[in-house]
């Protein structure tokens, strides 16, 4: 089973939809409870070993690499900048780059999903997958685009986000990628998607599999959910 000491933070895209509420840093630095959402993240990601962490970066970059600088308690911080949007994979990529681990975890920086992260990299090896996906069931996924998956946990379809206020199974924003396939099947310097330009093009030719996790998730992108965070994360687990 895998060790998971690298891992990616994808916190370079803009908040538009946060902006009316937190404008002045960038989405995953936006405080709850009077510190940057991104502390918790760090936490919970040296709870279970991560050793490094790559940031992909972009708007607001500066006052990210302001205050955080190169460590978090301990846990080594580099940083990918974009210096034009690259969308969520060319983001990735350049941070892939300065990843030297052969398997890497990848997470949203303006979410938060409690998966056991041994659970999953066993789940990882045991499938051998070239990445896995994980899913979480929820009761209303309008906002969100739905996964299928078939025998062996492998994902056969990506469904996009319908507006319809119905149970679904979604991606949950943490992944584990092996480094050479990704960077072996991205283009460099591209603007490109994770999700809509290499997961969804991808499913026939990579083994790609998805597990389904019950534990807390929340996505802050949007007022409601980051005024609920202020509540819910009185009791976070991860110190």
């Known amino acids: 089973m895998p060790v998971l000491r690298e891992a990616i933070i994808l916190a370079g895209g803009f908040g538009t939809r946060l902006q009316r509420v937190v404008s002045e840093v960038p989405k995953p630095m ?16 040296r709870y279970f070993g991560v ?26 911080l580099s940083y990918a900048r974009e210096t034009t949007p690259l969308g969520t994979g060319g983001g990735m ?25 041994e659970r999953l990299a066993s789940q990882y090896s045991d499938s051998e997958a070239d990445g896995v996906l994980a899913l979480r069931k929820v009761t ?3 906002r969100y685009g739905t996964i299928c998956t078939g025998a062996g946990h492998r994902i056969t379809a990506f469904r996009e986000k319908d507006g319809l206020a119905q149970p679904g199974t979604i991606n949950g924003g943490v ?10 099947n991205t283009p460099p310097d591209a603007v490109f998607s994770v999700e809509k330009d290499f997961f969804e093009t991808r499913l026939s030719d990579l083994r790609l599999c998805g597990f389904e996790y019950e534990g807390y998730f929340i996505d802050i992108g949007i007022p409601e959910d980051y005024q609920k965070a202020q509540d819910d994360f009185k009791e976070f687990t991860y110190r």
Request: glycine letters at 6%; aromatic letters at 14%.
């Open 30 to 45: 936006a405080p709850v409870n009077g510190k940057p959402f991104l502390d918790y993240v760090f936490s919970y990601l």
């Open 51 to 76: 050793n490094h962490v790559v940031l992909s970066v972009g708007y607001l970059a500066d006052k990210l690499t302001a205050h955080y600088g190169e460590a978090f308690e301990g846990m080594r």
């Open 93 to 117: 990529r350049l941070a892939m780059q300065q990843c030297h681990e052969e398997h890497v975890l990848v997470l949203n920086g303006d979410s938060f999903f409690d998966v056991d992260l």
């Open 140 to 142: 209303d996924a309008a």
């Open 175 to 184: 992944y584990i990628l092996k480094r050479d396939v990704f960077l072996n």
